[in-house]
């Protein structure tokens, strides 16, 4: 309601203007301090996690990581924790019960660390979906559509989908598919859509689909990386 | 770890003090090998700069760092960087070209092939490499009863004898062989060693010294000084568990047609890491720079290597060597135990109710994503010898391989027949004398291997035999392989194009004969037929005779079921963009590969 409340203002009255437009170079520190639409924030949040990482203690991170002004704040702080805490590492070294019970709970990266300890049996797409069908919480659900989504995206040897089938996967699958769905856009746009930073921001701007959001937010922290 | 990284990186760079400044000027007799030269396989390719570090992730900490005595990639993986033999496959091509030694002629008949050493070529140390080096790794190492070398038993020829090494002047040597050895310049491609760094570690050149001295030679012991080759890498830094360093050797002989001396990369850096997750999560955090993906990598690593700038490779190529599991038939006959057990598994009836388990088709889709074929035969499927059939897109040589169907319930009638029954009604099968039978399944933390040894794990519990899959570490799998005292093992072997290559693993008395290392001194009739064919196929120039008796040799062993083989996967690689001319990875040579060839071709782009 508040993502939308705010792409209706902007659109109704144009005063709020998209700060990453106003400028042609892209200045992600600005963007990620004062741009109101969580996609793009979140999107310059995400390339800004080396930069925090060399310019911040882990006291000011974990700080940060709660009490940041913007959404795109506080994850560069958290993806800046993660990484300096061995990533990943740490987690699929844990007892698969274990991050079961926190994936449970919601914690996004155990969820991710017990799918790729579990992944082995993850080799077709109906495999995954089936997890997905069963699956105990939404951060499994998500965790497992990401894997879908390398099941789902360009180059995949099994199950690969075309633009057409993953726009119309991620406006109408189960909350697992509609990740699938864009991650798997976001592969295929990064591989073949000639769009630049602005159109992906005037895209996420014209679209409320969350999932579709996601989609070109990953593509826009791609072509932020540039 | 990556902090880790970094420290072994700069301890290289002190450490280049310890070798010589290299040629002043390219060496005359230089290999030079033809980067982006039309014509050649090597045409596609580019011209690199030098500079930079690759850094990929193995499995395991070396055992040592004597080539001819490791028995186990954790170690070959560095010393194949680090010794260079007379020949060597090519890089791209996996043709037997010209290495150390700058060309060869055989005689008219057949017997004698004489070898042209490069001159001016030096050891990482300054001193110059000749015949006599040669003659020491031939002579004194690899033919010495006193080391204990794989390599040995690849040189045997079709006789019982060994090929006369002889030296002509200090830049020719000469094989002589009393009969036609097909497999002759396979077998010569041994990696030289150093006489002046190793000959007083002989017993029979130096008395002085035990015998066995020499197997003792060159451990985790030895300060990295000590070290010298003549490949293109120097190991410069052991940091146990977290990574070893191998640096630039300046003597290396390696050249592209620029002038530009090879390898590319100034530093080698393998992170040891504790499984293949890790190793996988290495690259996808950009620490590391390749990475031989497995089929349950793809779905992840797929949607990120737009972004991350990443390639991955998903070909159909089967890739060398064997994927198998072997009941040890020797399990309990050093400390006399097991006896019942060792002759049920010494019985091919019981042999062949587990080969009717293999659920292959189910491993290829659930483990391999679909992404490989069955394994009938010890030789390599990519071999024109592979007598198998239905591989990739058709019939390789129809009816050749000898094949057994996944069929549990015949597995069943088979185990029924021999008396292995549930007894005491358990639920388990027991042993035909009503005593328990038990069996431990081990692997290495793999999870393809893994994955394999789930499925077969239920199989056989599906049919009551009491199964157990338990992981253990490599290093501890591979001392259970050759002290034969493991139960049933599942594990793989690297291979090749020439069947005469597994000779080590599939001759009685094959150092690798790790299913029944009993048969060497009990060899029955199959046994001595495997051997007589593997020595039939090498004496031959003419290949449709060769392929004639090794479809025998394979179709025996298939039937014996010694190592029992189950799938092989088809070739997939990782690398990242700015590694340059990785896009040329291939079953035959990858850039983090146990062989080490592509390595030297391939730079960093970004410098």
């Keep these: 309601m508040k993502r939308n409340g705010l792409r209706a203002l902007g659109l109704a009255s144009c005063v709020v203007a998209l700060f990453s437009l106003l400028s042609v170079a892209v200045d992600l520190n600005t963007i990620v301090a004062n741009e109101l639409i969580d996609e793009i924030n979140l999107a310059a949040g995400l390339n800004l996690v080396d930069e925090y990482i060399a310019n911040y203690t882990v006291e000011e991170l974990e700080d940060l990581a709660v009490k940041g002004l913007t959404p795109g704040i506080k994850l560069a702080a958290d993806r800046a924790l993660f990484k300096l805490n061995g990533g990943l590492e740490p987690f699929i070294a844990m007892e698969d019960e274990d991050l079961l019970a926190k994936a449970i709970d919601g914690d996004m990266d155990a969820a991710e660390a017990y799918v790729f300890n579990t992944r082995v049996g993850l080799t077709k797409p109906q495999a995954v979906l089936d997890a997905i069908a069963t699956a105990e919480s939404v951060a499994l659900e998500y965790a497992y559509g990401k894997v879908l989504g390398g099941f789902y995206g360009p180059g995949s040897p099994v199950g690969e989908k075309t633009e057409a089938e993953l726009l119309e996967l991620v406006a109408s699958g189960s909350y697992g598919e509609r990740i699938a769905a864009a991650t798997a856009l976001t592969t295929y746009w990064i591989l073949n859509s000639d769009l630049d930073h602005v159109d992906v921001e005037r895209e996420i701007l014209a679209h409320t689909q969350t999932e579709l959001g996601l989609a070109y937010q990953g593509f826009l922290t791609y072509l932020y990386s540039l | ?607």
């Design chain 2, 1 to 607: 770890m990556k902090n880790a990284l970094i420290l072994a990186g700069l301890l290289v760079l002190t450490s280049l003090a310890v070798f010589g400044q290299g040629y002043p000027t390219q060496p005359a007799d230089a290999l030079i090998f033809p980067i982006g030269e039309a014509g050649t396989v090597y045409e596609d390719m580019q011209l690199g700069v030098r500079g930079g570090t690759i850094t990929v992730a193995n499995i395991e900490d070396p055992k040592g760092w004597n080539n001819h005595t490791a028995h186990e990639t954790s170690t070959t993986h560095f010393t194949n960087r680090m010794h260079r033999g007379l020949v060597n496959l090519d890089h791209i091509s996996g043709a037997i070209v010209p290495d150390f030694a700058k060309g060869w002629e055989i005689s008219d008949d057949g017997l004698v092939i004489t070898f042209s050493l490069r001159e001016g070529i030096k050891w990482s140390d300054g001193e110059p490499i000749t015949a006599d080096d040669v003659l020491f790794t031939y002579n004194d190492v690899i033919l010495n009863e006193d080391v204990d070398t794989n390599a040995r038993d690849s040189q045997l020829l079709p006789d019982g004898t060994y090929p006369l090494c002889e030296k002509v002047d200090d830049y020719t040597v000469t094989f002589t062989m009393s009969v036609i050895y097909r497999p002759a310049l396979n077998a010569l491609s041994f990696n030289i060693m150093p006489k002046h760094k190793l000959a007083d570690s002989v017993h029979k050149l130096n008395p002085a010294v035990p015998a066995g001295t020499f197997n003792e030679t060159w451990t985790l012991d030895t300060p990295l000084s000590e070290l010298v080759g003549n490949g293109p890498w120097i190991v410069s830094d052991y940091q146990p568990n977290v990574s070893v360093t191998m640096t630039r050797n300046p003597y290396y002989y390696g050249y592209d047609p620029s002038g530009t001396q090879l390898p590319y990369y100034d530093t080698y850096v393998s992170a040891i890491v504790t499984n293949q997750d890790v190793s996988m999560l290495k690259f996808r955090n950009g620490e590391t720079d390749v990475y031989l993906l497995r089929p349950e990598d793809i779905a992840i690593l797929l949607p990120e290597g737009a972004s991350k700038g990443f390639q991955i490779l998903i070909t159909d190529q089967p890739g060398y060597g064997t994927t198998w599991f072997m009941p040890n038939q020797d399990i309990g006959l050093a400390e006399g135990t097991d006896n019942e057990k060792r002759e049920l598994y010494r019985n091919v009836k019981f042999r062949e109710a587990l080969a009717h388990t293999i659920d292959k088709e189910t491993m290829i889709q659930n483990v391999l994503n679909g992404l490989g074929g069955p394994q009938w035969s010890p030789v390599s499927v990519p071999s024109p010898f592979y007598a198998g059939r239905d591989f990739y897109g058709g019939p390789i040589t129809e009816n050749n391989a000898i094949t057994f169907e996944y069929d549990p319930a015949k597995a069943a009638g088979i185990l029924d027949e021999l008396g292995v029954i549930d007894a005491d009604g358990d639920g388990w099968r027991d042993l035909p004398s009503g005593d328990p039978l038990t069996i431990e399944i081990n692997s290495n933390d793999n999870t393809v291997r893994i994955g394999y040894c789930l499925i077969l794990q239920d199989d056989w519990r599906a049919i009551g035999l009491n199964a157990t899959f338990q992981v253990v570490d490599f290093n501890t799998l591979v001392n259970r392989l050759f002290g034969a005292s493991g139960d049933v093992i599942q594990l793989g072997l690297t291979g090749g194009d020439e069947p005469n290559s597994g000779a080590n693993v599939y001759r009685s008395c094959g150092s690798l004969h790790a299913y029944r290392y009993s048969a060497c001194d009990e060899p029955d009739e199959i046994d001595a037929r495997i051997d007589e064919l593997l020595a039939l196929g090498a004496g031959t120039f003419d290949l449709d005779e060769a392929f004639d008796y090794y479809t025998e040799y394979q179709q025996l062993i298939s039937a014996q079921l010694g190592y029992i083989n189950m799938v092989v996967r088809s070739f997939q690689y990782a690398y990242y963009d700015y590694v340059g001319n990785a896009f040329k990875s291939s079953p035959i040579s990858t850039p983090g590969g146990n062989n080490g060839l592509l390595m030297e071709l391939c730079f960093d782009n970004r410098l």
